[in-house]
Nanobody, 122 residues
Framework: QVQLDQSGGGSVQAGGSLRLSCEVA????????VGWFRQSPGKEREEVAV???????AYADFVKGRFAISQDKEKHTFDLQMNSLKPEDTAMYYC????????????????WGQGTQVTVSS
């Protein structure tokens, strides 16, 4: 059974930093395309960042230069470091993993974490 367990998040003032972590259990490989997504009330879920061993990383334009996705294969985790946070980054953040070796074209993400709230105050 595949499980993704998220940690991190919380509340911070604009300009601050937060780190999200996602621990993946139940997969035979750490090389699948993984990603972070977010959803604000009344908005559709949007992709924040993805990464895969064989296709590198990709970021949404609205987080480029501020957020960084990384992976610790030994710990079976992948993180999202969020710097220079803005109020518009406030959302529920979700981690997800696919069963694809690459992120291009974007694969389906059948497995999701439970979500963690990030709130940025001005």
């Amino acid at each position: 059974q595949v499980q993704l367990d998220q940690s991190g998040g919380g509340s911070v003032q604009a300009g601050g930093s937060l780190r999200l972590s996602c621990e993946v259990a139940g997969l035979s490989s750490n090389d699948y395309c993984v990603g972070w997504f977010r959803q604000s009330p009344g908005k559709e879920r949007e992709e924040v960042a993805v990464m895969a061993r064989y296709s590198g990383t990709a970021y949404a334009d609205f987080v480029k230069g501020r957020f960084a996705i990384s992976q610790d294969k030994e710990k079976h985790t992948f993180d999202l470091q969020m710097n220079s946070l803005k109020p518009e980054d406030t959302a529920m953040y979700y981690c997800a993993t696919s069963l694809s070796w690459v992120c291009n074209p974007r694969p389906k993400f059948p497995y999701w974490g439970q979500g963690t709230q990030v709130t940025v105050s001005s």
